[in-house]
Nanobody, 125 residues
Framework: QVQLVESGGGLVQAGGSLRLSCATSGRTFSSSAMAWFRQAPRRERAFVGA????????LYADYVKGRFTISRDNAQNTVFLQMNSLKPEDTAVYYC??????????????????WGQGTQVTVSS
């Protein structure tokens, strides 16, 4: 059974930092792109950042560029999202996602076939 399990969410004040982790199991994602998406109440799920299998190519949404960093450790089957300078508008459920093998990093959520259950991030003003 393929599982993506996010952790590291919580409540933080504006300007603070959080580091999200996504632990994968059940299949190898070392040849897959991985990404983070987020969904705020009454909003569609939105792209945050993506990383290719090698870690050499990363993509970011404009609204997190310069504040968030995505990384991965293929040996540990884990993907990370370091979030700095958090703002109240970053409040959302954050989801980890993975593609099938051989797919490059993309902002298109429909290219991601595997999803975690999400972790809540709340930023207070």
């Amino acid at each position: 059974q393929v599982q993506l399990v996010e952790s590291g969410g919580g409540l933080v004040q504006a300007g603070g930092s959080l580091r999200l982790s996504c632990a994968t199991s059940g299949r190898t994602f070392s040849s897959s792109a991985m990404a983070w998406f987020r969904q705020a109440p009454r909003r569609e799920r939105a792209f945050v950042g993506a990383i290719d299998w090698s870690g050499l190519t990363t993509l970011y949404a404009d609204y997190v560029k310069g504040r968030f960093t995505i990384s991965r450790d293929n040996a540990q089957n884990t993907v990370f999202l370091q979030m700095n300078s958090l703002k109240p508008e970053d409040t959302a459920v954050y989801y980890c996602a993975g593609t099938e093998s051989g797919v490059g990093a993309t902002m298109d959520k429909y290219q991601y076939d595997y999803w975690g259950q999400g972790t809540q991030v709340t930023v207070s003003s």
